[in-house]
């Protein structure tokens, strides 16, 4: 059974810095894609930051510079460090992970989201 459970979530001032972890268990975790994305009320999921087994990331603009995505394989765990946080990150964050069966097919879980609040 796939579990991600994400952590690091909270409050913090604008300027401030998070660091969001996600533990996985019941993968090989080494063969993923795995990622971090965020949601408001009202709008749909989107992509933050993603990371392949090799290790080559991908950003959303309104991050890049600010957000580093990593993962530790032998640790089953991926980061994201956010820093100069500003209000409008202010969002449910959610640790994703995909099995690639080929370019077009594939599997996904996603954990149960961790809230990250930035106050101006």
């Known amino acids: 059974q796939v579990q991600l459970v994400e952590s690091g979530g909270g409050l913090v001032q604008a300027g401030g810095s998070l660091r969001l972890s996600c533990a996985a268990s019941?993968?090989?975790?080494?063969?993923?894609?795995m990622g971090w994305y965020r949601q408001v009320p009202g709008k749909q999921r989107e992509l933050v930051a993603s990371i392949t087994s090799t290790g080559s990331t991908n950003y959303a603009d309104s991050v890049k510079g600010r957000f580093t995505i990593s993962r530790d394989n032998a640790k089953n765990t991926m980061y994201l460090q956010m820093n100069d946080l500003k209000p409008e990150d202010t969002a449910v964050y959610y640790c994703n992970r995909r099995r690639y069966y080929s370019r077009s097919d594939y599997s996904e879980d996603w954990g149960q989201g961790t809230q990250v609040t930035v106050s101006s």
């Open positions: 019941g993968i090989i975790f080494s063969i993923d894609v």
